[in-house]
């Protein structure tokens, strides 16, 4: 199976702030068609989840620009520019390339 | 607007069965791709089974395998989960969710506990 690890676990961070959070696979996500099936989500507390970006780096209808997905291969990275009140909550990067699907473990984003 | 609608969640015993529905609306059922996630109370995200579009191809995690069926009825937009022998490690919210690849929707859950 193909591991997906987040870090950090716990990103505490001032309102206005950059935020960061890393993501790397046990194995290069680059699907056979070409496309590396990268996705991040969003759990609010209390919420389901939803997607903010598929496919590496395209943010989903609706996202507010100061979210962005980068990277390649094993490597990805989800950034919000300034963080605001209505980020905290839980960010998962999942894999969609490979049978079993896996997500990260999960980072837990809060207002310092 | 796409909804994804669970139901069927329950409290059961340890070995027993549940049955999972997930109806769907607001985009063509038929041949889109479906999943179910599950979350373990406290816990993270944990895929369980996806059932494909066209040839409804079904994939399983391991810790379910042999004990869960993921199947779908295209004529009631209804995607379902069957749930055998369930164990207590099974107690979590089950979310429905369009795609495999990409999913892009997710239910609002049905919470399933396994306990004596």
């Known amino acids: 199976d193909v591991v997906m690890t987040q870090s950090p676990l716990s990103l505490p961070v001032t309102l206005g702030q950059p935020a960061s959070i890393s993501c790397r696979s046990s194995q290069s996500l680059v699907h056979s068609d070409g496309n590396t099936y990268l996705n991040w989500f969003q759990q609010r507390p209390g919420q389901s989840p939803r997607r903010l970006i598929y496919?590496?780096?395209n943010r989903d209808s609706g996202v507010p620009d100061r979210f962005s997905g980068s990277g390649s291969g094993t490597d990805f990275t989800l950034k919000i520019s300034r963080v605001e009140a209505e980020d905290v909550g839980v960010y998962y990067c999942?894999?969609?390339?490979?049978?079993?699907?896996?997500f990260g473990q999960g980072t837990n984003l809060e207002i310092k | 607007e796409v909804q994804l609608l669970e139901s069927g969640g329950d409290l059961v015993q340890p070995g027993g069965s549940l049955r999972l529905s997930c109806a769907a609306s607001g985009f063509t059922f038929a041949g889109q791709a479906m999943s179910w996630v599950r979350q373990a109370p406290g816990k993270g995200l944990e895929w369980v089974s996806s059932i494909s579009g066209s040839t409804d191809s079904t994939y399983y995690a391991d810790s379910v395998k042999g004990r869960f069926t993921i199947s779908r009825d295209n004529s009631k937009n209804t995607l379902y989960l069957q749930m055998n022998s369930l164990r207590a490690e099974d107690t979590a919210v089950y979310y429905c969710?369009?795609?495999?690849?990409?999913?892009?929707?997710w239910g609002q859950g049905t919470l399933v506990t396994v306990s004596s």
């Open positions: 999942m894999q969609g390339t490979y049978w079993p699907r896996t």
């Open positions: 969710a369009k795609g495999a690849t990409l999913i892009d929707q």
């Open positions: 496919k590496v780096s």
